[in-house]
Nanobody, 120 residues
Framework: QVQLVESGGGLVQAGGSLRLSCAAS????????MGWFRQAPGKEREFVAV????????DYADSVKGRFTISRDNAKNTVYLQMNSLKPEDTAVYYC?????????????WGQGTLVTVSS
């Protein structure tokens, strides 16, 4: 089992920045791909970004490309999401996910989420 705990959410004005963190604990000896998803009020959960175990491969949703950056520190079992140039439409609960591969990321472990609110 792997436990994921997100942090770093909050209220920010449009154009501002936030950095989310997701700390993994438990069975962290395995090599997990990790990702970020988000769910806005009244909408389906959607993919934001994903990173491979080595960090050598990343992928982003078109809506966040050029503004968000995913990274990881395996020594700390932590993945980050740096969010710049935030827009009101980025408002959502952001969830961290981990799985054995990028392809199975939605079927793995999930955190409880952290709320990001972007005011206009």
């Amino acid at each position: 089992q792997v436990q994921l705990v997100e942090s770093g959410g909050g209220l920010v004005q449009a154009g501002g920045s936030l950095r989310l963190s997701c700390a993994a604990s438990g069975r962290t000896s395995s090599n997990y791909a990790m990702g970020w998803f988000r769910q806005a009020p009244g909408k389906e959960r959607e993919f934001v970004a994903v990173i491979s175990w080595s960090g050598g491969h990343t992928d982003y949703a078109d809506s966040v490309k050029g503004r968000f950056t995913i990274s990881r520190d395996n020594a700390k079992n932590t993945v980050y999401l740096q969010m710049n140039s935030l827009k009101p439409e980025d408002t959502a609960v952001y969830y961290c996910a981990a799985s054995g591969s990028i392809a199975t990321i939605t079927g793995g472990y999930w955190g409880q989420g952290t709320l990001v609110t972007v005011s206009s």
